[in-house]
């Protein structure tokens, strides 16, 4: 189908942090297939577990126990503090999961109508209910009748959901990335997440993260939310999780751990040994190799060279992020760097029109963190946009 607009570069092979194309060119991937390959691209740890695990068992459905299955589930719950999963095979099925839950409750409680706070400029997915979670009216576009049970507020803005509160009683969860990603890498104040916190414990509604693009070492933590120390009640991670191998985890606790019960929800591939051995190697790597902390470390690092690069370079708005997810805000359209950029061997993305947004592997040299910071910066300042 048409959805994805032409597409012009035609990738056959990456290895660590780089790709090539099919003219044997090589780029430095400081996308990693929008936040997917944290490990860089064939990691032999992942081959390894994946050739193992083809020779073994590839799928068998959730009718049976999955071994793989239940360690990740058991390792992600240590790491993140939660209680109980649900896999699935990508974010937004993730999400789905977690506004099913956040519906659960709202249904025991005797709601017709239960509703989600979700926030303006966010990213949730592209099935209906994610679309609908989506803060961007271009990419529903078209696509009515939407379905109900969502409330909108400005990201970082604790005041409009206490004023939300006062109009709605019928409100059961609030949905939110804790760094928006395709939003354009918005970073809310330092104390929004502890805010929102201590409302959804006055007003008994679930704290539900959505960490699919910031999960699985991004930020510089495991999860993002472990920067602002509480403790969410639903947590949806997928992008890194499998090193480009799909899968998808909605992660619940408390209250929320003990609404899905036998036969409320489900999926045919979600957790299959495959997918699963994929996302142990993940961990047990970013664990292993430190790559974590190596990330944070990198990330400020980054952060600062840009910031001394560009801080007064003219059409630049903003220089933001944490970790290996960083956004330079320009004060205009920018969607050609993508493309300049490519002739420099170099792979970025654009999102929300005006903001270059880096997500390279976890595994960057320090060299290549220096090179990306040399090049970005000698890209923005070099662009003056096409006229209109
Ligand atoms: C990518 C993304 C999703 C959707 O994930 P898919 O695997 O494309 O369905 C949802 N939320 C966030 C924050 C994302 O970055």
Not at 135 to 151: C, D, S, T, V
Not at 272 to 295: H, K, S
């Amino acid at each position: 189908m048409h959805n994805y607009g032409e597409r012009t570069l035609t990738l056959v092979r990456g290895e660590g942090n780089y790709v090539w194309d099919d003219r044997g060119h090589r780029y430095l991937d400081a996308i990693s297939g929008i936040a997917v390959c944290g490990l860089g691209h064939c990691h032999p740890k992942v081959t390894e577990a994946l050739q193992e695990q083809a020779n073994t068992l590839l799928h068998v459905s959730n009718l049976y126990n999955i071994p793989p299955q239940q360690q990740l589930a058991d390792r992600l719950v240590f790491l993140s503090g939660m209680d109980n999963v649900f896999f699935s095979n990508s974010g937004a099925e993730a999400n789905e999961a977690a506004i099913k839950l956040a519906r659960k409750l709202g249904n025991e409680r005797g709601l017709v109508t239960p509703q989600i706070v979700v926030m303006e400029g966010a990213f949730h997915g592209r099935t209906l209910a994610t679309l609908t979670a989506t803060g961007n009216e271009k990419a529903q576009q078209g696509f009515a009748p939407l379905p109900e049970g969502f409330l909108r507020v400005p990201f970082n803005d604790v005041q409009a959901i206490e004023n939300l509160a006062q109009q709605h009683s019928d409100i059961v969860a609030i949905l939110l990335e804790p760094i928006q990603g395709e939003g354009g890498v918005r970073v809310p104040d330092t104390d929004y997440l502890k805010q929102l916190r201590t409302l959804c414990d006055r007003h008994d509604w679930l704290l539900m993260l959505d960490e699919i693009q910031t999960g699985n070492g991004r930020s510089g933590r495991m999860f993002a939310y472990q920067h602002a120390d509480i403790v969410p009640d639903v947590l949806t991670t997928a992008k890194g999780l499998g090193n480009g191998v799909p899968i998808g985890a909605c992660l619940a606790r408390g209250k929320a751990a003990g609404l899905f019960t036998a036969g409320s929800h489900g999926s045919t591939f979600g957790g299959n040994p495959l997918a699963c051995r994929a996302g142990l190697a993940v961990l047990e790597t970013l664990q292993g190799e430190w790559l974590i902390e190596r990330t944070e470390k990198l990330g400020e690092q980054l952060l600062h060279s840009l910031r001394m690069r560009l801080g007064d370079c003219p059409g630049v708005v903003d220089i933001r992020g944490q970790g290996l997810m960083i956004g330079i805000e320009l004060n205009h359209p920018c969607a050609e760097l993508v493309e300049r950029a490519r002739e420099q061997a170099l792979l970025i993305n654009v999102t929300a029109g005006n903001v270059v947004r880096l997500l390279p592997p976890l595994t960057l040299t320090d060299e290549e963190c220096q090179q990306l910071a040399n090049d970005v910066s000698t890209l923005i300042q070099q662009f003056t946009p096409q006229a209109v």
